[in-house]
């Protein structure tokens, strides 16, 4: 037995597990549904209904997180003018970009994806997620640091993608580079770092996507008995 003193207050975890026949069952389902996701770049304009996207943000949020700070604000942006702003500043630096910024070999890798510095989607989609990292907080005047920011701002995401995908809409992760313009446009505090610009929206039924092959569990996994 630990003989760690915990003075936070401990509650009991309602575990849930299942027998091995079901969970195989429970596990390669999870990955075929897992494995019908696709980044998106066309979106119909239909709005998201109501609860909706709050739901996916709830489950976005209950990512684990360094020391649960949770250090992320998800920004969700619907309004059609500042839609217009966003996707003329991320074009501005997109433009820069693609036209001399990015190394060929970079050019070359996005080939097959199909990018472009043009970002129609960021007005047709009906909502931007614009999610920020918060790298410190403000208490009582003191700025007090967050920890792993990125690796728990990824995680959320990670999740937010998975919770965008079980409801049935589609997404892309976007990255403008770079993109400060994010905190200004959305009047940002200091705290906050913009991290990653998620459209998100229903699909179109004939929307095409590259022919991409995953990596197979030998390339990725390695193990060790
Ligand atoms: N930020 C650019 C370029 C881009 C970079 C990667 I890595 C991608 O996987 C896709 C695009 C853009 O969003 O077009």
């Known amino acids: ?19 091995p026949a079901q969970m195989q069952q429970r596990a390669q389902e999870f990955y075929a549904w897992m494995d019908t996701r696709r980044t998106v770049r066309e979106f119909l304009p239909d709005p998201i209904p109501e609860g ?9 949020s209950t990512a684990p997180s360094g020391a649960h700070k949770q250090p992320w604000s998800f920004c969700v942006v619907t309004n059609p003018d500042l839609k217009r702003q966003i996707r003329e500043a991320a074009e501005k630096e997109e433009y820069e970009s693609y036209n001399g910024r990015m190394p060929q070999d970079w050019l070359d ?4 994806l199909g990018t472009d510095w043009r970002k129609p989607f960021l007005e047709t ?4 997620i614009v999610v920020f990292r918060r790298a410190y907080e403000e208490v009582n005047g003191r700025k007090k640091n967050n920890y792993y920011v990125n690796e728990s701002v990824g995680l959320a995401c990670g999740f937010l993608l998975a919770a965008i995908h079980h409801a049935g809409l589609g997404a892309l992760t976007h990255t403008p580079s770079p993109m400060n ?3 200004s446009l959305l ?7 913009p991290f990653l610009l998620i459209p998100v929206g229903y699909v179109p039924e004939n929307c095409l996507v590259p022919d991409l092959k995953r990596k197979t569990l030998d390339d990725i996994c390695f193990i060790y008995k």
Do not use: C, G, W
């Open 181 to 183: 313009f994010l905190s």
């Open 187 to 193: 009047n940002r505090p200091e705290n906050e770092r």
């Open 52 to 60: 909706v996207l709050e739901h996916i943000l709830l489950a976005a």
């Open 125 to 128: 989609a009906p909502a931007l």
């Open 1 to 19: 037995m630990s003989e760690t003193k915990y003075e936070y207050p401990q509650v009991k975890y309602t575990r849930l597990t299942f027998p």
């Open 109 to 112: 890798d996005l080939a097959p």
